[in-house]
T-cell receptor, first 110, second 114 residues
């Protein structure tokens, strides 16, 4: 049984700072990881995904994957109040079922 | 290009009743997955439909059933509703290789069982 774990937070950062969100996983065979953002009362929306060890950058977002330590993180640079949301980490199993963490609540303080 | 459409948006049902939720996938997507998200939790996989068949099922009782139609739209049925079934039900569409590129989620159906 895959498990994806996240610190539920809440995490608070000042506007303009770097927000760091972390996720650990139990299945060493996991190949890919997805980060979703979910605003309160809304559905999750895909931010980015990562397959390879190392960093992947997309605008203000950077995903980091360390398969040896079994953790994946999401960095948000120049955080904005509009980034305030819950961030979900997820990993698929054989391309079908996604296992989601419980999410980390982020608040960016103006 | 329409995204994933779910209906209804909100629903209130009485314990023991039955409910049907509907989903139209994003144009070009052929696979529909259903997730249940309780308050403060991450989405939990219910099942996935591809080519009108249930391809994979999560750890949910048989009270939860589904269907996929030839136009790829899908229904989620829940029988004998329990208070614990109150949650946000999310439909997610993808290509069959959804694990490669992730899902597109609909806006969800908020089900309240009283």
């Amino acid at each position: 049984q895959k498990e994806v774990e996240q610190n539920s937070g809440p995490l608070s950062v000042p506007e303009g700072a770097i927000a760091s969100l972390n996720c650990t996983y139990s299945d060493r065979g996991s190949q890919s990881f997805f980060w979703y953002r979910q605003y309160s009362g809304k559905s999750p929306e895909l931010i980015m995904f990562i397959y390879s060890n190392g960093d992947k950058e997309d605008g203000r977002f950077t995903a980091q994957l360390n398969k040896a330590s079994q953790y994946v993180s999401l960095l948000i640079r120049d955080s904005q109040p509009s980034d305030s949301a819950t961030y979900l980490c997820a990993s698929p199993e054989e391309g079908n079922q996604f296992y989601f963490g419980t999410g980390t609540s982020l608040t960016v303080i103006p | 290009d329409a995204g994933v459409t779910q209906s209804p948006t909100h629903l209130i049902k009485t314990r023991g009743q039955q409910v049907t939720l509907r989903c139209s996938p994003k144009s070009g997507h052929d696979t529909v997955s259903w997730y249940q998200q309780a308050l403060g939790q991450g989405p939990q996989f219910i099942f996935q439909y591809y080519e009108e068949e249930e391809r994979q099922r999560g750890n949910f009782p048989d009270r939860f059933s589904g269907h996929q139609f030839p136009n790829y739209s899908s229904e989620l049925n829940v029988n004998a509703l329990l208070l614990g079934d109150s949650a946000l039900y999310l439909c997610a569409s993808s290509l069959a290789t959804g694990g490669l590129y992730g899902y597109t989620f609909g806006s969800g159906t908020r089900l309240t069982v009283v």
